[in-house]
């Protein structure tokens, strides 16, 4: 009667522990998370960036596309190249002292959520190349290389920079549409490597699965997760 007990319990165990994959995974999340506290304290940051101010981006226009609570998102270029800049940020005149921390707790998390998602994934297909960065106010702003048009068709920005229209009723972009019917096999291969990159490398969830999270170029064609996951 003991042998099946022990077979079962040896099961148990081989079930319980991570594949070489997963226990890789975890390491290398660990990392990107220990290189990530370090800029935020200080240090170095955590990759080859060649942005490390606002003085290495130019014509920046804002705010582009959606301003949202806890990140302001705005375009411009560092030298030849079109860039998206997020600037983390938080309510400007909290009414108590105690939301002032939580403002900046919630700001502060997601950019951290956005950094390992550019940090941990740089140079996988479908996540858009994070060029570097900076503080302000203990906050990171992000500058990335533009992934092309949204698939967010009609997104409109008020004059206050709040994103107009219900973002779950979004329109699939024409140009999106067109570029499906008429190159459907590297549209497909595009989203496949997209979703395998955050979600089967990265190990990555996204909550917020709208069409305005994502990104389309034609020429070449790549899908690109814009909006990074938790």
Same mark, same amino acid.
């Given at each position: 009667?003991? &042998?099946?007990?022990?077979?079962?319990?040896?099961?148990?165990v081989?079930?319980? #522990?991570?594949?070489? &994959?997963?226990?890789?995974?975890?390491?290398? #999340?660990? %990392?990107?998370?220990?290189?990530?506290?370090?800029?935020?304290?200080?240090?170095?940051?955590?990759?080859?960036?060649?942005? !490390?101010?606002? %003085? %290495?981006?130019?014509?920046? @226009?804002?705010?582009?596309?959606?301003?949202?609570?806890?990140k302001?998102?705005?375009?411009?270029?560092?030298?030849?190249? &079109?860039?998206?800049?997020?600037?983390?940020?938080?309510?400007? $005149?909290? $009414?108590?002292?105690?939301?002032? @921390?939580?403002?900046?707790?919630?700001?502060?998390?997601?950019a951290?959520? +956005?950094?390992?998602?550019?940090?941990?994934?740089?140079?996988?297909?479908?996540?858009?190349?994070?060029?570097? *960065?900076?503080l302000?106010?203990?906050?990171?702003?992000?500058?990335?290389?533009?992934?092309?048009?949204?698939?967010?068709?009609?997104? !409109?920005?008020? !004059?206050?920079?709040?994103?107009?229209?219900?973002?779950?009723?979004? %329109?699939?972009d024409? *140009?999106?549409?067109?570029?499906?019917?008429? $190159?459907?096999?590297?549209?497909?291969?595009?989203?496949?490597?997209?979703? +395998?990159?955050?979600?089967?490398?990265?190990?990555?969830?996204? +909550?917020?699965?709208?069409?305005?999270?994502?990104?389309?170029?034609?020429?070449?064609?790549?899908?690109?997760?814009?909006?990074?996951?938790?």
């Amino acid at each position: 009667m003991r &042998q099946p007990i022990l077979w079962l319990l040896a099961a148990i165990v081989v079930s319980a #522990q991570q594949s070489p &994959q997963e226990a890789s995974r975890a390491r290398f #999340q660990r %990392n990107t998370l220990v290189a990530i506290d370090a800029w935020l304290g200080g240090g170095p940051p955590p990759g080859p960036w060649r942005v !490390t101010s606002p %003085n %290495n981006v130019t014509d920046v @226009k804002h705010p582009l596309q959606r301003h949202g609570i806890v990140k302001a998102i705005s375009s411009g270029r560092v030298g030849d190249l &079109q860039v998206v800049v997020k600037r983390a940020r938080r309510d400007e $005149k909290p $009414k108590r002292r105690d939301a002032e @921390k939580r403002a900046h707790a919630l700001a502060l998390a997601h950019a951290k959520d +956005e950094l390992a998602f550019l940090v941990g994934l740089r140079g996988r297909r479908g996540v858009p190349l994070l060029l570097g *960065g900076w503080l302000e106010r203990g906050l990171p702003t992000l500058v990335v290389a533009d992934a092309g048009r949204s698939l967010a068709a009609g997104r !409109t920005v008020t !004059t206050n920079g709040a994103s107009a229209g219900d973002s779950r009723k979004l %329109n699939i972009d024409g *140009g999106y549409a067109a570029l499906a019917r008429a $190159k459907p096999l590297a549209l497909a291969v595009a989203i496949l490597e997209c979703f +395998e990159s955050f979600a089967g490398v990265g190990g990555l969830f996204l +909550e917020d699965f709208r069409s305005d999270q994502f990104a389309y170029a034609a020429e070449p064609v790549s899908f690109a997760l814009v909006d990074g996951p938790r």
